[in-house]
């Protein structure tokens, strides 16, 4: 079954501080991963797109890996600021009917205290 | 537009009651997807277009659930006779590329409760 989980489920982290979120995937055939934020009442905005060949990609203070034998990815977020509370959605495309299909996890929940 | 616009942002319906929620995608983009995200979950695929064809409908929990985006530009996902279990957000997202492949932006979602 083409599945993607998040741990934690929620995380509560002071302002400053570092932490990484994980994703683990079972989605065949895998086109791209990507991660999305999503704030309170807000659409996804999309963070970083990684095909099968990259294993990291950075965007300011997020930097995600993929370990594609593993099928496991993370979002590592450096320096927490107040405005990274939000919820954080890895996505896995697939390949499939012609076109990708994006198979959404059900995010981790951060919130980034002062 | 600047990005995806969807209106209504919040609906109430009663029980039974038919509803038509818009999504104006970012003009000359050919992926449309429709999503429907309940809470704290995410987002679940309902249907895609590529154009104004429909090419993907299998996401569509039932068959009082219908799409369409006939010029292929702004689409509506109409629920007819809703139900409580119908009660999420629903966002559309579309994309540049013809295979849903490029980056997707998504609108800011129509919150529909039934009661």
């Known amino acids: 079954k083409n599945q993607v989980e998040q741990s934690p489920q929620s995380l509560i982290i002071l302002e400053g501080k570092n932490c990484t979120l994980q994703c683990n995937y079972t989605v065949s055939p895998f086109s791209n991963l990507r991660w999305y934020k999503q704030d309170t009442g807000r659409g996804p905005v999309s963070l970083t797109i990684m095909t099968f060949s990259e294993n990291t990609k950075s965007n300011g203070r997020y930097t995600a890996t993929l370990d594609a034998d593993t099928k496991q990815s993370s979002l590592h977020i450096t320096a927490s600021q107040l405005s990274d509370s939000a919820s954080y959605i890895c996505v896995v495309s697939r390949f499939s009917g012609g076109y990708n299909k994006l198979i959404f996890g059900a995010g981790t929940r951060l919130a980034v205290h002062p | 537009g600047a990005g995806v616009s969807q209106s209504p942002r919040y609906k109430v319906a009663k029980r039974g009651q038919d509803v038509a929620l818009r999504c104006d995608p970012i003009?000359?983009?050919?992926?449309l997807f429709w999503y429907q995200q309940a809470l704290g979950q995410g987002p679940e695929f309902l249907t895609y277009?590529?154009?104004?064809?429909?090419?993907?409908k299998s996401g569509l929990p039932s068959d009082r659930f219908f799409a369409e985006r006939p010029e292929g530009s702004v689409s509506t996902l109409k629920i007819q006779r809703t139900q409580q279990e119908d009660s999420a957000v629903y966002l559309c997202a579309s994309s540049l590329g013809l295979d849903g492949d490029t980056e997707a932006f998504f609108g800011q979602g129509t919150r529909l409760t039934v009661v």
């Open positions: 277009f590529q154009n104004e064809a429909q090419l993907d």
């Open positions: 003009s000359g983009h050919v992926s």
